[in-house]
């Protein structure tokens, strides 16, 4: 329910921050305090003091955020159309906007983006070219997501690649040579083909902001610069932000150190208490007062929460519509994954027994696979539920296959699409593929000659996806050229994929999206930087029952609260994740993703430590080992928390094995998420 005017309801601190003035000012807060509802206060009190909504940007995390907070600072200054007029998206949303407009500066005829597929692609044909993908001595070689990230590091943080290489990724050093040259390789074909990545979004918009003219013309577009998730930023963007405020009058950033999760990527928490130190004059507000979760959930979270004691902040619970006597948390020691996913299920179906709903449950969990066994269960007892975070949308191929046939409605020269969409069609392998572009990006080759250079199996379709292609291009408007492209794609997933049904569902639910975007290329490009996290964004849930739970990734699902909470395998080597078992660095930011975990529940948390951790994610076979309880559950946190035994392991471990992991085919689950 929206509230009624920008500052109902709203604390002290919250109003403080609220009505600041020009000056920078810094919203440090815990999770749950109000952070997202005191930035959209601050925006709605800007616009009903006068200040023109396209003189405010907003950057946030994701395009959902800036899309609710906005709805609802339009709502509350009661102008629901200057919350629309209001600049906001993510920084890559936004940097897309201004380097399409600013292309020429930049020397570039077309702004394409790179998504992370098509740079992972790239990566790997470039190893083979440079001799990283065999290992003669059976020696560990870089993959492509490692090169990637080589890369983005290097990128994000400002080392050479070379530091990047001894400092993380050691067990590559005897490459360091290769690895670099395949990088400056991937920088001259991106180039080349006029392709921009997601860093070199970020990166191209910092250089607009590098020139003195650009970046005055830029700084004056704006009086208000507010930032969410401040301690996620890193240092690209934090020169963005300082170049677009140089004197820091009109910056908001708002952030909980202690939920930066985003360190693979650059991050670093440290940006956000750094904004004093480089504007002395910044006004620092704490919101300590947690309106979201009762106390016991809060006493598990002060215990939790990582940095130094005296710099903690202690969050308070200060809900005034709690019922009933607030529960401690629970810690459920349980035999194995297949009696956590049973116990998970059992208690989901007792709380809509009893009156609840699903949709006020949710499991979180540290990586999307942890739910493998629980998807199972779930599955076997009906119960619907969705699935955030784990199975990425975009890297869906139809998915991909359908952008790619919009991306060469848009940009006939785009050899990355034609290369996906050609490997689509019968007999035309990669190496076929490769032959067939030239021919098809050569404006003097009609595509009769096309066809006839093609295998035979594949001609007919071909002929008919060329057509059909032709005739999007030629449609003149946007729902027609769409309508054209998914005639086309439909025919090769059904074609292409063993389990079409489901994924035709998408491409249909894309498709009608598409039809409603003011121009494709834009439609393409937002799909690209904020994908959806399923389907489900553009229609309703993908399942038959109003009612579901909700299985999602701690990264996903950062920033929204459910009443009833249960965290999955929070054992070390799952969650903390035994990637990030072997630096301090890593250890902390798992620390910090168990919080964000903790920090999402409002009346009740369950937290499953399994003693048996099957080798196999799917538990396909009976080798298990046994798994230390979560580090961080120590003493002082297991103070907080009943714990609860579930079953007798000592006769449970008498039973054959085999009863208790089930052998499951996991493929036709894919469906379920669609
Ligand atoms: N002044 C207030 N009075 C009552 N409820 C409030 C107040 N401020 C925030 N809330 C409620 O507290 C909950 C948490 O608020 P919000 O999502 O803004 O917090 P947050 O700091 O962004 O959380 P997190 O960082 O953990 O995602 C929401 O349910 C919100 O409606």
Same mark, same amino acid.
Request: proline share 6%.
């Given at each position: ?64 955020? $800036? ?23 993510? /920084? ?300 990425? /949308? ?7 296959? /359908? ?98 049904? $489901? ?71 799952? /969650? ?99």
């Amino acid at each position: 329910m929206f509230d009624t005017a920008w500052d109902d309801g709203l604390d002290d601190a919250q109003l403080a921050a609220v009505t600041h003035g020009s000056a920078p000012l810094v919203v440090l807060a815990g999770a749950g305090t109000g952070k997202t509802r005191t930035l959209t206060s601050r925006v709605a009190r800007l616009l009903e003091t006068g200040v023109r909504p396209e003189r405010v940007l907003l950057l946030t995390f994701t395009r959902r955020a $800036a899309e609710d907070m906005l709805a609802r600072a339009g709502a509350l200054c009661r102008d629901p159309d200057a919350g629309r007029r209001v600049w906001g998206g993510t /920084f890559h949303a936004v940097a897309h906007r201004l380097v399409t407009e600013h292309a020429a500066a930049l020397g570039l005829e077309h702004v394409t983006v790179l998504d992370p597929g098509d740079a992972a692609d790239l990566f790997d044909l470039l190893r083979d070219e440079h001799g990283l993908t065999g290992s003669p001595g059976g020696e560990r070689m870089p993959r492509p997501a490692t090169l990637a990230d080589i890369y983005s590091r290097a990128v994000n943080t400002g080392r050479p690649a070379r530091d990047v290489v001894t400092a993380d990724f050691p067990w590559c050093e005897p490459h360091a040579d290769a690895v670099a040259a395949v990088l400056r390789d991937y920088v001259a074909r991106k180039r080349a083909a006029g392709l921009l990545d997601f860093d070199d979004l970020l990166l191209a918009w910092r250089a607009l902001l590098g020139q003195p003219e650009l970046a005055q013309r830029l700084a004056e577009r704006w009086d208000h610069v507010l930032v969410d998730e401040y301690q996620d930023v890193n240092a690209v963007q934090v020169d963005i932000v300082a170049g677009l405020r140089p004197d820091g009058r009109g910056l908001t950033v708002v952030g909980d150190d202690a939920q930066a999760v985003y360190g693979f990527r650059g991050a670093r928490s440290g940006h956000l208490l750094d904004v004093d130190r480089r504007w002395p004059e910044a006004r620092t507000v704490r919101l300590e007062r947690n309106f979201r979760s009762r106390q016991p959930l809060l006493d598990l979270a002060n215990a939790v929460r990582p940095g130094p004691p005296e710099s903690r902040l202690q969050l308070r619970a200060d809900r005034t519509d709690g019922t009933g006597r607030p529960v401690r948390p629970e810690v459920v020691r349980c035999y194995d994954a297949a009696e956590e996913a049973r116990l998970v299920a059992d208690a989901a179906v007792a709380a809509v027994e009893a009156g609840g709903r699903l949709r006020e449950q949710a499991v979180l969990m540290r990586s999307g696979h942890h739910s493998d066994l629980l998807e199972v269960e779930l599955t076997a007892r009906r119960i619907p539920f969705v699935k955030y975070g784990g199975l990425k /949308f975009l890297e869906a191929a139809h998915v991909k296959d /359908f952008l790619a046939a919009l991306r060469v409605t848009a940009h006939a020269g785009d050899e990355l699409a034609w290369f996906r969409l050609l490997r689509l069609h019968e007999g035309i392998g990669p190496a076929r593929a490769r032959t067939l572009l030239p021919l098809l990006l050569d404006p003097e080759v009609d595509h009769g000659e096309v066809v006839a250079a093609a295998p035979a199996p594949a001609r007919t379709r071909l002929d008919a996806t060329l057509a059909g292609l032709a005739q999007a291009r030629a449609a003149g408007d946007v729902p027609g050229t769409v309508r054209r492209c998914t005639e086309v794609v439909r025919p090769l997933v059904r074609e292409r994929y063993a389990d079409a049904a $489901a994924r035709l569902g998408d491409v249909d639910r894309l498709s009608e999206a598409a039809a409603l975007a003011p121009d494709l290329p834009g439609f393409v490009a937002q799909l690209t930087l904020d994908p959806p996290l399923s389907t489900g964004d553009y229609a309703k849930p993908p399942h038959l029952d109003e009612d579901y739970l909700t299985l999602s990734t701690v990264h996903s699902a950062k920033g929204l609260e459910w009443p009833t909470v249960h965290v999955l395998h929070a054992v070390d080597g799952a /969650f903390p994740s035994d990637m990030a078992l072997s630096t301090p660095e890593g250890l902390e930011e798992e620390q910090r993703l168990f919080y964000v975990a903790i920090t999402r529940a409002r009346d009740r948390l369950s937290i499953y430590t399994p003693l048996r951790m099957p080798h196999h994610r799917t538990g396909r076979d009976d080798r298990h080992s046994l798994a230390p309880a979560c580090r961080f559950l120590d003493d002082a946190a297991l103070a907080t928390v009943d714990v609860r035994q579930v079953g007798r392991p000592g006769a449970r471990a008498r039973r054959p094995a085999a009863v208790t992991v089930p052998r499951v085919e996991m493929p036709s689950l894919d469906a379920l998420f669609g």
